[in-house]
């Protein structure tokens, strides 16, 4: 059996939604597990959504526009769009409840957080259905199995594993459709992977049911070693080891999460990007294997925070104090993208999610002087080359600079922003 997953851009529209259809029904009728995300930017909106229930706000307005575009969808997809339409006004009821609940911020975000991916998994179901495709939805919450970190779930893979044992026996005959980017804890609370996490959710059925390859469809004709939309240059990559892959994502790749590679390296299970736009491109396989003389890799990551904390009393920044930043950074739940340190003062720099960051400086605060700055771009070179190395280390703007024998950090004010 192989997994399929579609990314918000690429099931986005009536005529998107059409295509992932007729790439799934190329396919045959059984032995595909399908993971939808959800649809363009609905995520972004639920975040919105999120963020003023709990500051007691109204978000009638944008649970109006969420309902608005998903009906327009089902409009174009469907001759009678009774049964569906119910369905989703059902589904985006329950999250408005969900949102205003009280209780600790990042387990209301998950209970919220996926009914992006739960809203287009139904649609895609039933569409598939119309056309004739017989395939069986699924709520991924039932089987893909979690501790309790929320927005951050940690899988449990011996459980995950038993409880998709009888998929098996559906793939022998069915479709299955199912959502990225959620789970569930032993309390049966849903618990988000991560954000942009259906990637993942793919590896994981993927290799909890013994897949023959795991495709991410995408809206680039491969893995690229820069962002076309910022180099023009940027080449495709035929095929590219795990471990490569991995690295690029760790540096902030978004073209795969993360999470995704390890979990299918360590089971041998291809990864292949292919392009939506074009699916006879034959996109890049990420396996076992090796390839010389690979260009350099340019990763930007954006939304990024500097965060400085300085000594007060005239001593060294030393080991306990590095100790007292790493359990901060830990407790509030982030993670370093790059780091530096004088003697006085210790650097680094995080994705700026606005409550962990304050709620990471409170903590700081206790112990050193604060400083931070946001809007800012982290950009990476892997694999740099004399030329590559000289242009992004005299680039306008950069605040910090990091590099070792493979890969330079440069971190510089977002001119986006």
Known sequence: MRVFKFGGASIKSVAAIKNAAAVIQSQGKENLLVVVSAMG????????IIALAQEGNSFEKELNTIEKYHAEIIAGLFPDTQSVSQRVKELLNELAVAANAKGDYDFIYDQVIGYGEIISSVIIHRFLQQQGTTNEWIDSRQFIKTDSTFREGQIRWKETEVAMKP??????????????????DEKNNTVSL???????????????????????????????????????????FEELPYKETAEMTYYGASVIHPKTVKPLATHNIPLVVKSFVDPSLPGTVIHDCHVNNLPPL???????CLISCKVTDYTFINE?????????????????????????????????????????????SKHFEVFYNTNLLLITVKNYDQKTFHEYRNMHGVILEQSSRSALQVLVKDIAH
């Open 167 to 184: 998929l098996q026996a559906i793939l022998k005959s069915k479709i299955i459709i199912a959502q990225g980017f959620i789970g569930s």
């Open 194 to 236: 991560g954000r942009e996490g259906s990637d993942f959710s793919a590896a994981i059925f993927g290799c909890s049911l013994g897949a023959e390859s795991v495709t991410i469809w995408k809206d680039v004709p491969g893995l690229m070693n820069a962002d076309p939309k910022r180099i023009a240059s940027a080449v495709v």
């Open 41 to 48: 930017s609905t995520t972004d909106q639920l975040e919105r």
């Open 298 to 304: 340019i990763v930007h990551k954006e939304n990024q």
């Open 320 to 364: 306990e104090q590095l100790g007292i930043i790493f359990h901060a950074i830990s407790e509030a739940g982030m993670r370093i993208n790059v780091m530096q340190n004088s003697a006085i003062s210790f650097s680094f720099c995080v994705d700026y999610i606005e409550h962990r960051v304050f709620k990471l400086i409170g903590i700081l």
